[in-house]
């Protein structure tokens, strides 16, 4: 079974999330990633979703499009409002927040509104939604995106979701002073951040690739940690997991 | 946001009447409430719970200059630009789904200076109708801190006067009617929902007036029966229109599914055509009929059983 990009990023994510901890997710790829846990190494993870939903255990080959719909729903223990979701987010019950990004930058801000000016854009991103929220009031938050030079700016156009902003101590003194962005997952690699400068930096690779290929990846100068490892190749039984909970069958 | 619409609010809802009286109503009648130039808040999220009964009725109507409010916005709002009816959507999110790709008609309307996209995170708008149903000018939150987003909503931060902590100060959104579906109420207007209650108990309670459409009308003994799943009592809805599949297309949670069929249509005539692709749409599926129940009657039973069915089985035994 050979992975697709989208599988190798999923497991690598997946792989970050530890047993008895309530992951706050998306849809897609966060979604998948948290079910995915919930079946191998953290059986009572809790998937929360924006849509109101405690508890998500979606139906494989049903899983949902939107986190305000039926099938986002299934099996929860407990459905409530959005801004109650949210409130649960900023009173700190939320271990780890999950989330995607059109743009982000090296220190870790993520852009979902528009490339161009925000009056008048070039091109109008969907918005927000619940991810400015996630990453300010979540504990943990991991960032997975595919990794390409469009993707990884040197500054974002628009700051929709502040990651560590210009760096140093100022994500705290914008009076975010919960939470911290602490890994980024792509197919090309895992990256984190500088203790002290918030900097984006090269943690990881995802088997076979080259520090290199991630450089050339990355839309600016990319720091590289002192020990570099291999990422585990995605294993058969994730592999199995995944694609049944994808609905794909052969 | 000025003291003067914050007074002016609580001023307005005192001089309401708030009589234990029928008010069912034809959504004809009902969407009279709106004028131009309001803005209308729309119940439910994305797909789920949409009211649309009373949005294509309100479109079938016709008005001008709209704001339109949504916590995450579907291809309604998009309806909404290209009739013409509103040039400005307040919301944190508009689309249908990642495999629809992005707003065409939105992107057309927003990237070409015709429509305006105030975009607040989905927290902050949620707390925005929260600080208007609670009666309150402003609520502070640690959300939207430090972002673009607080900036180019021109929003201020606030102290706080006990622990000196800085948190952003998010301004009451008093929308001028919202309008909502849920799953039953009764003449009165006692209105219950299944399942997850998106923003909508705030957005009504945050309105000047509320439109209550329902899939069905009960007895007034069948609310007392379950009151814990009233969301909203009488005196804070102002009418009341029966209008079975009123969310249709989009989803009411445990009735039936979302029809993603009828957005892969909508979103191939606005692929083939932009802005004049929705407003083909709108000949079709809202000007094609005289009222909703007759576009309903068009889907057909056939498929309305088969989102029955998938509903079904969506529902955990």
New interface residues.
């Given amino acids: 079974m050979t992975a697709t990009q989208d599988e190798i990023m999923t497991i690598t994510a997946s792989r970050l999330l530890a047993d008895d901890k309530v992951v706050f997710a998306g849809v897609g790829m966060p979604l998948l990633a948290s079910a995915l846990a919930g079946r191998r190494q953290a059986p009572n993870l809790t998937v929360v979703l924006e849509g109101g939903i405690i508890g998500a255990q979606p139906l494989p080959g049903r899983l949902p499009i939107s986190t305000n719909e039926m099938r986002a729903a299934y099996g929860a223990p407990m459905l409530t409002d959005i801004t109650d979701i949210f409130l649960f987010a900023q009173r700190g019950f939320f271990d780890y927040g999950f989330l995607g990004a059109a743009q982000v930058d090296r220190y870790g801000n993520i852009n979902t509104s528009c490339i161009g000016r925000h009056e008048l854009p070039k091109v109008r991103l969907p918005g927000s939604g619940g991810a400015n929220d996630i990453i300010s009031l979540c504990t943990e938050i991991f960032i997975v995106t595919t990794h390409e030079p469009r993707r990884f700016v040197e500054r974002v156009d628009f700051v929709t979701s502040p990651g560590y902003l210009h760096g140093w101590g100022s994500r705290a003194e914008s009076g975010l002073v919960f939470g911290q962005v602490s890994k980024v997952v792509t197919d090309l690699a895992l990256l984190d951040f500088e203790p002290e400068s918030k900097h984006m930096r090269l943690r990881a690779l995802q088997p076979g690739v080259t520090v290199d290929q991630v450089r050339a990846a990355t839309g600016f100068e990319l720091p590289v940690a002192d020990s570099i490892e291999e990422l585990p190749a995605p294993r058969p039984d994730e592999l199995a997991i995944l694609r049944d909970l994808n609905g794909v069958t052969d | 946001m000025t003291t003067a619409d914050f007074r002016q609010a609580r001023a307005e809802l005192e001089g309401h009447e708030r009589p234990v009286r029928e008010k069912l109503v034809t959504a004809e009648e009902a969407l009279r409430v709106v004028e131009d130039d309001q803005h209308v808040a729309i119940g439910g999220?994305?797909?789920?719970r949409t009211p649309m009964a009373l949005l294509f009725e309100l479109l079938r109507q016709g008005r001008s200059g709209l704001t339109v409010s949504r916590?995450?916005s579907c291809y309604e709002v998009e309806l909404f630009l290209a009739s013409g009816a509103a040039r400005r959507v307040v919301?944190?999110?508009?689309?249908i789904?990642?495999?629809w790709g992005?707003?065409g008609v939105?992107?057309e309307y927003?990237?070409g200076?015709l429509a305006t996209?105030e975009?607040?995170?989905?927290?902050?708008l949620?707390?925005r109708?929260?600080a208007a149903a609670m009666g309150v000018p402003f609520l502070p939150?640690?959300?939207?801190?430090?972002?673009?987003?607080a900036t180019?909503a021109g929003t201020s931060?606030v102290t706080c006067p006990y622990t000196n902590?800085?948190?952003?100060a998010v301004p009451a959104l008093h929308p001028d009617v919202a309008l909502l579906h849920v799953h039953r109420a009764d003449m009165y207007g006692n209105a219950q929902v299944d399942?997850?209650?998106?923003?909508?108990?705030?957005m009504a309670r945050a309105a000047r007036r509320v439109v209550v459409s329902a899939e069905e009308i009960v007895s007034p003994e069948r609310i007392r029966a379950a009151p814990a799943d009233t969301m909203l009592p009488h005196f804070a809805v102002d009418v009341v229109v029966e209008a079975p599949y009123g969310a249709y297309p989009h989803?009411c949670?445990?009735r039936y599914?979302?029809d993603?069929e009828h957005f892969d249509d909508y979103v191939s005539a606005v692929r083939a055509g932009g802005a004049d692709g929705a407003r083909r749409y709108l000949d079709e599926h809202v000007h094609g009929y005289p009222d909703f129940a007759a576009f309903i009657a068009g889907v057909g039973p056939e498929r309305l059983a088969r989102q029955r069915k998938q509903?079904e089985e969506?529902?955990?035994r």
Wanted: glycine residues 10%; proline residues 2%.
């Fill in positions: 999220t994305l797909y789920s916590p995450l919301t944190s999110w508009v689309g789904g990642l495999q992005l707003a939105l992107r927003v990237e200076g996209f975009e607040w995170s989905h927290l902050a949620g707390l109708y929260k939150t640690l959300t939207m801190l430090g972002s673009d987003l180019v931060t902590e800085n948190l952003l399942g997850y209650r998106h923003m909508d108990v705030d989803e949670y445990g599914e979302a993603t509903a969506l529902m955990y």
